[in-house]
């Protein structure tokens, strides 16, 4: 399983998933389209889903156009408002893309719609993946929007917080430095938190992704992972 991270917009990120034998690819949250079928040309894979995490402009504005482009597309969510949808997703849903499973985990909290995918690869030494959306993100989490502050501790504290530690975190923005300068508010005398500030710094300075992190590393700074 390759990953490939795409930003795109302000801060968003787009991600390619490529199954390295069958050369299958699915799309996360797909907001500029051309630039995603630049990167499925250059590397000579069959792009043949979309798994959107919430219906929002900036995660989903890019499904009709890719569909009209690709006819025969799936554009897969748990949200009936995202655009483009074909098919429609519940919680606890596995998918499978050559050797990679998917498990689809409803995270309501920024929306009411929202969906995590959890992949993996059996007999697989590389660690799995969560694409979190504006669920989780690198030492925070997503405005709470839609839904109850109960729903959203059990989206990040229950749900994504009880994923194996090693599992990597790739989000739907680049908001690390500012979380992070939250997180520093909140446990000021945490070490791992003064610690990510200070590496995330040095990536902004060098205009580099924060993602992935991991989820062990997010239960050692990020505040909505430890209230628990």
Same mark, same amino acid.
């Given at each position: 399983?390759?990953?490939?991270?795409?930003?795109?917009?302000?801060?968003?990120?787009?991600?390619?998933?490529?199954?390295?034998?069958?050369?299958?690819?699915?799309?996360?949250?797909?907001?500029?389209?051309?630039?995603?079928?630049?990167?499925?040309?250059?590397?000579?894979?069959?792009?043949?889903?979309?798994?959107?995490?919430?219906?929002?402009?900036?995660?989903?504005?890019?499904?009709?156009?890719?569909?009209?482009?690709?006819?025969?597309?799936?554009?897969?969510?748990?949200?009936?408002?995202?655009?483009?949808?074909?098919?429609?997703?519940?919680?606890?849903?596995?998918?499978?893309?050559?050797?990679?499973?998917?498990?689809?985990?409803?995270?309501?909290?920024?929306?009411?719609?929202?969906?995590?995918?959890?992949?993996?690869?059996?007999?697989?030494?590389?660690?799995?993946?969560?694409?979190?959306?504006?669920?989780?993100?690198?030492?925070?989490?997503?405005?709470?929007?839609?839904?109850?502050?109960?729903?959203?501790?059990?989206?990040?504290?229950? @749900? &994504? =917080?009880? !994923?194996?530690?090693?599992? $990597? *975190?790739?989000? #739907?923005?680049? /908001? @690390? &430095? =500012?979380? !992070?300068?939250?997180?520093? $508010? *909140?446990?000021? #005398?945490?070490? /791992?938190?003064?610690?990510? !500030?200070?590496?995330?710094? $040095?990536?902004?300075?060098?205009?580099?992704?924060?993602?992935?992190?991991?989820?062990?590393?997010?239960?050692?700074?990020?505040?909505?992972?430890?209230?628990?």
């Amino acid at each position: 399983m390759k990953v490939k991270v795409i930003p795109v917009l302000e801060d968003n990120y787009m991600y390619l998933v490529i199954e390295e034998h069958t050369r299958e690819a699915v799309a996360v949250d797909v907001a500029v389209p051309k630039r995603l079928l630049e990167i499925v040309g250059r590397e000579g894979v069959s792009l043949t889903t979309v798994l959107t995490t919430h219906h929002h402009w900036d995660h989903a504005r890019g499904n009709a156009e890719l569909a009209r482009l690709r006819p025969g597309l799936a554009v897969l969510g748990a949200d009936e408002r995202i655009c483009a949808l074909t098919r429609r997703l519940v919680h606890g849903e596995e998918l499978r893309f050559g050797a990679i499973h998917v498990r689809c985990l409803l995270t309501p909290g920024h929306t009411s719609g929202h969906m995590s995918y959890f992949l993996w690869e059996e007999d697989c030494p590389d660690p799995p993946a969560v694409f979190s959306g504006d669920a989780l993100s690198v030492g925070g989490c997503g405005l709470r929007l839609e839904s109850t502050a109960q729903q959203m501790y059990q989206s990040l504290v229950e @749900t &994504l =917080g009880t !994923l194996p530690p090693e599992t $990597k *975190v790739f989000c #739907g923005h680049e /908001h @690390t &430095l =500012g979380n !992070l300068e939250f997180a520093q $508010k *909140v446990e000021p #005398g945490n070490d /791992h938190v003064r610690a990510k !500030l200070s590496w995330a710094k $040095k990536r902004d300075e060098d205009d580099m992704p924060t993602v992935p992190s991991t989820l062990g590393e997010e239960l050692l700074y990020n505040p909505f992972l430890r209230v628990a």
